[in-house]
């Protein structure tokens, strides 16, 4: 994804094309796979995979897991999130859940609730892995 460019609409312009679009009215229940990316402005009942990158538009809905390399979520997600590039959730996006990315950027307005890890070695291994993760161990604060 090319992430300076984005459109008044707040769509970011992808430097591959976006293969599969799912349309706003439309509701899938089950698991979607696929070589190329993804645009969902319906609701998703089911994991997401791809070997690219996904959008999730302002009215997409996804309730279970995501997975590909670039992501950008206008929408909402309910489950975990795994990017092997970089993660951006912008002003009305909204992710519950876990996220592993190489990196990511929230917008103002935009919403995450959960755990993050991010860094090179991210986006490889399953968000439920939490090895290297914070949650759990208590932090105390720095004087």
Request: proline share 2%; aromatic share 2%; charged share 25%.
């Amino acid at each position: 994804m090319a992430w300076g460019s984005k459109s008044q609409d707040g769509r970011a312009a992808a430097r591959e094309p976006i293969e599969n679009v799912l349309g706003q009215s439309l509701i899938i229940r089950g698991d979607l796979t696929a070589d190329g990316g993804f645009r969902i402005d319906g609701t998703v009942e089911g994991n997401v995979e791809s070997k690219a990158a996904i959008v999730v538009g302002e009215s997409g809905v996804v309730r279970g897991d995501l997975r590909g390399t670039d992501i950008v979520v206008a929408g909402q997600i309910v489950g975990n999130v795994t990017c092997s590039g970089h993660l951006e959730i912008l002003a009305k996006g909204r992710i519950e859940g876990d996220i592993d990315a190489k990196s990511v950027r929230i917008e103002t307005g935009g919403v995450f609730r959960g755990t993050s890890r991010m860094g090179v070695e991210s986006g490889r291994a399953s968000p439920a892995d939490d090895a290297g993760s914070l949650s759990g161990r208590h932090l105390s604060p720095v004087a």
